[in-house]
């Protein structure tokens, strides 16, 4: 009888006791489950991209005309500064995001912006020094032609494509508002048309006389030319669902200033008159001229990120 008596207070006490620390303890296990939860390990997302227009990007040409049937020239050459301005660029930006830990991870990244091209351009400048035989003693004589012409505007488009690679770093994970920051090396490659370059021909006709024939010229970035640059790049996504959220960025090389060789594509006019030139020859004289990009080809975008496993 005495066992049973005092056992009662003393279960009751341990029981009161338990509730007590369960209480304690159930609140903070509650609040620590959503933190403590695993991220998703991998996030991929698509979005519209901008890029910023740029000026003062310019191909500055210079060559030596050749000088076709006949004298011998002494001094030839043709020059002009045409202008390439991009406008606004559109486009798309996609990528994947994989996480090795809560923090840090690697970044691969694609975009792909096109552009508009324009801009005012100056004379387009031709000087010929040559010997010739002119009737009626058909002895050696020095001429010279000089010429500079107004030049009409450029037009075209250039598309812009890039690889991003590097690593990552993210924060807010798991929380309805989160974002990345990045950085890594961009592989890019630039395509396109830009009309119109100047190719110039001096051709000595009967009786010495001298003819300047011109032509416009199509250009394009030589292919396989490849751009390397580091980059930064960061987003912000604010979750709409568990495994959805609307995502905004940036990505900005830090290679500000390039250069990259155009070569010939083709003419603008090629049936004009007799003396249209071959193409191989065209290619001869502006192949390799450097287009000299300027500003930073940076882009924004918006789009959705897919949280995965």
Known sequence: MTGGVSSGPLVRAVA????ALAALWLPGTALAQPGSAA??????????AV??????????????????????????????????????AFGLDTGLNLFVSRVFGIQAAFSTRSADIGGANGD???????????????????????RSDPWAATAGQLRRRSVALGGVVRWGAGRPVGGTIAGGVEIGRLTGEIESAGYQQFVLGGHSTLFSVRHRARLRPAAGERLYSPYLGADVHVAMSGRVALAVGVRVPL????????????????????????????????????????GTPWHAFAGLKLFLF
């Open 16 to 19: 009161s006791a338990c509730a």
């Open 124 to 146: 387009f400048h031709a000087f010929l020094r040559y010997i010739s035989r002119p009737p009626p003693d058909y002895q050696p004589r020095e001429g010279t032609y000089e």
């Open 255 to 294: 290679t500000p200033g390039r250069s990259v060789p155009v070569e010939a594509a083709g003419l603008v006019d090629p049936s004009e008159d007799a003396w249209a030139p071959e193409l191989a020859d065209v290619k001869l004289a502006l192949d390799g001229q450097p287009l000299e990009l300027r």
């Open 39 to 48: 991220p998703p390990r991998a996030e991929i997302w698509g979005a519209f």
């Open 51 to 88: 890029g910023a227009p740029t000026s003062g990007s310019a191909i500055e040409i210079a060559y030596a005309p050749p000088f076709r049937l006949g004298g011998t020239p002494l001094e030839s050459r043709a020059n002009q500064i045409l202008a390439v301005d991009t406008g606004t």
